[in-house]
């Protein structure tokens, strides 16, 4: 082979290195930088029974840089899927609307691959009206109190009964007994109730109980809401 011919050949060889090398330079060069993590706006969403509040998802990525990332089904790249872990409590669309369906909190997720963001949403009742104390479950209509006359209970000694809390948001019947806060008398150290948290509340009276009066607060974000329940020991 000439000096000439192995010259061209030896130049063919860098070219073709030269241009491999460029390919993958450039090839990493205009790679999307890997999503880290998925940031939730806002945080601690709080929305209305029957009312929406739009989310945003924001993703941070491998290089230090944040961009938007957009609600849809492929749930990769810069789109996220989002969704509810209590659809009874609230629903969220493709487009990370959410929407609040009864009182109560949901996880609401956005993923992305394998990486996602959470908050909590919170549901909070609208316009309550008529809140009162009834014996039994919820949904009764007798035995209850209304308005400002208390419910009585004439109770004998070590007996235990059952009452629930409920109020009306707009139109619909809600049981408020969980979120409702029981308060019995510091005095009245004979007379139990669960003190929220269940539903329905148990109260009871024990040896030693003289009569006394239990105070149901319901608090929303504007007022406070309250009823009586007179305990008549017998």
């Given at each position: ?213 239990v105070v149901v607060t319901y608090g929303t974000t504007t007022t406070t809401l309250s009823a009586t329940l007179n305990v008549v020991v017998q």
């Amino acid at each position: 082979m000439s000096s000439r011919k192995s010259k061209l050949h030896l130049i063919g060889a860098f070219a073709a290195l030269a241009t491999l090398a460029l390919g993958v330079s450039c090839k990493g060069f205009f790679q999307n930088p890997t999503l880290t993590t998925i940031t939730i706006d806002p945080p601690t969403p709080s929305v209305g029974q029957g009312a929406t509040q739009q989310l945003t998802a924001t993703g941070t990525f491998q290089d230090g840089t944040t961009a938007a990332l957009t609600g849809g089904t492929s749930c990769s790249g810069n789109t996220v899927c989002w969704s509810s872990s209590d659809t009874t409590t609230a629903t969220i669309s493709t487009g990370g609307n959410v929407t609040g369906i009864a009182a109560g909190t949901a996880t609401i997720t956005a993923a992305s691959g394998a990486i996602t963001g959470t908050t909590t949403a919170t549901v909070v009742l609208n316009n309550i009206t008529n809140f009162q104390i009834c014996e039994g479950t919820f949904g009764a209509t007798s035995s209850c109190s209304s308005g400002s006359t208390p419910l009585t209970w004439n109770a004998t000694l070590n007996e235990e009964q059952t009452f629930i809390a409920q109020g009306s948001s707009n139109g619909e019947l809600v049981d408020l007994t969980a979120s409702s806060t029981w308060t019995v008398p510091s005095t009245a150290t004979d007379v139990t109730c669960t003190n929220g948290g269940t539903s329905p509340e148990t109260c009871e009276v024990t040896t030693g109980a003289t009569n006394t009066s239990v105070v149901v607060t319901y608090g929303t974000t504007t007022t406070t809401l309250s009823a009586t329940l007179n305990v008549v020991v017998q």
